[in-house]
């Protein structure tokens, strides 16, 4: 079923996404820094962690990453390293700010995972760089109970975010 604008008579679509929005049932988080240098070693990179839980469906994720210099983006699945402690976490905000917020746990840290699979690496030259800007062609759709990590390395002291959004979907048998 569509609606129809009254004023131009054009259907009006909604975008999944947009939809879970409206649902309640879509999160973001982030992890910015003002300067990675005066970071803990490795002083020259954020990362953030996390697990994807057992269900109730699948994450699907975007992942924005934004610096202020050179940096490499990853997003790495898997992970096995023991270098992670994490420093703190974050909360994963529901965009419906009359619902709950996530449960899935995100770490932070400077101490780099090892091991997995990179499914996504990118070198990026000076300024700002957005992963993530078109849901359709940036969207990651994630096994459950798995170890995902994205990284942000920069050659030098500048500033960084990392911002993800996700929703579950269970698929219709």
Same mark, same amino acid.
């Given at each position: +079923?569509?609606?129809?604008?009254?004023?131009?008579?054009?259907? *009006?679509?909604?975008?999944? @996404?947009?939809?879970?929005?409206?649902?309640?049932?879509?999160?973001?988080?982030?992890?910015?820094?003002?300067?990675?240098?005066?970071?803990?070693?490795?002083?020259?990179?954020?990362?953030?962690?996390?697990?994807?839980?057992? $269900?109730?469906? =699948?994450?699907?994720? *975007?992942?924005?990453?934004?610096? $202020?210099?050179?940096?490499?983006?990853?997003?790495?699945?898997?992970?096995? #390293? @023991?270098?992670?402690?994490?420093?703190?976490?974050?909360?994963?905000? &529901?965009?419906?700010?009359?619902?709950? &917020?996530?449960?899935?746990? +995100?770490?932070?840290? @400077?101490?780099?995972?090892? #091991? $997995?699979?990179?499914?996504?690496?990118?070198?990026?030259?000076? $300024?700002?760089?957005?992963?993530?800007?078109?849901?359709?062609?940036?969207?990651?759709? =994630?096994?459950? &109970?798995?170890?995902?990590? *994205?990284?942000?390395?920069? &050659?030098?002291?500048?500033?960084?975010?990392?911002?993800?959004?996700?929703?579950?979907?269970?698929?219709?048998?």
């Amino acid at each position: +079923m569509s609606s129809i604008d009254k004023t131009t008579g054009a259907n *009006v679509v909604m975008l999944y @996404a947009h939809h879970e929005l409206h649902e309640g049932d879509l999160w973001s988080c982030f992890y910015s820094v003002a300067s990675i240098g005066a970071m803990t070693t490795p002083d020259d990179a954020i990362q953030l962690t996390w697990t994807t839980p057992k $269900g109730p469906g =699948l994450m699907h994720l *975007v992942i924005h990453a934004q610096c $202020g210099g050179p940096a490499l983006y990853k997003f790495t699945e898997g992970w096995t #390293g @023991a270098g992670v402690s994490p420093t703190g976490t974050i909360t994963g905000y &529901n965009r419906r700010r009359d619902r709950e &917020n996530s449960n899935i746990i +995100m770490y932070y840290d @400077a101490t780099l995972v090892t #091991g $997995g699979v990179v499914l996504e690496e990118e070198y990026i030259s000076t $300024g700002k760089f957005g992963a993530g800007e078109s849901r359709s062609s940036q969207e990651w759709i =994630l096994n459950q &109970n798995t170890k995902y990590a *994205v990284s942000l390395y920069l &050659n030098d002291a500048q500033i960084a975010t990392i911002k993800i959004d996700w929703y579950f979907h269970k698929d219709r048998k």
